[in-house]
């Protein structure tokens, strides 16, 4: 098996420009992720919140804390300290918390909106129609100290990889249809998260700018 450097400097490589790994180190311990950091790796995804405030202070500070899970409303307070960007906003209540829990402590945070595009019915996200409705009310700008800096998915968990095309292809016309409107004078709105160890490459075809791995670097989580 490889070493954790030898697949973060596989997938520096791989990786076009402009696409930037996301290391899902969730489950992992610290020091995985450190091995990681020495590495040259300086985006991490955990997907818990108590996680996320257990092992930021153990790493260094320059570490950028992607949280990608389901976020619980009375855990946002408690990610805020650490977290660059909540990519698994779900609802605009989140949103709205958001923004209040980064005023409190005066700072601004980048978000991701997280689409439901998969057949599976306990992942979370807007569902397409959801999203541009709440687009089209204006309920998705107007927030100062949030960036909404575009959009996050996942695909079904399946082999049928037309299958995972077409859901990412929705992704992206989605990400533009947004982009073009609510988003069209805003400069962050440029990401669009996408593609895990099984289906990046499908992802990037489809215009990743994120791609979010665990298992291709740290091996299988031990839950
Ligand atoms: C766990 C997780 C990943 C990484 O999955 P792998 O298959 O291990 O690469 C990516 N995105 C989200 C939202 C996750 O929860």
Known sequence: MSSIKENI???????????QLVAVSKFHPVEELAEAYEAGQRLFGENRAQELVAKAPQLPADIRWHFIGHLQKNKVRAIMPHVTVIESV??????????????????????????????????????????????????????PHVRVCGVMAMASLTDDMEQVAREFDLVRRTYLTLKDGCFDESEDFNHLSMGMSDDWQVAVKYGATL?????????????
Do not use: M, N, W
Request: proline fraction near 3%.
């Open 9 to 19: 400097e596989s997938f520096t490589a791989q990786l076009p420009e402009g696409v």
């Open 90 to 143: 779900d609802s605009v209540e989140l949103l709205q918390l958001i923004e209040k829990e980064a005023a409190r402590i005066d700072r601004t945070v980048e978000v991701l909106l997280q689409l439901h595009v998969a057949q599976e019915e306990t992942k979370s996200g807007f569902s397409v129609d959801e999203v541009l409705q709440a687009a089209d009310d204006g309920l998705l700008t107007c927030f």
């Open 211 to 223: 791609v979010r791995i665990g298992t291709a670097i740290f091996g299988p989580r031990k839950y």
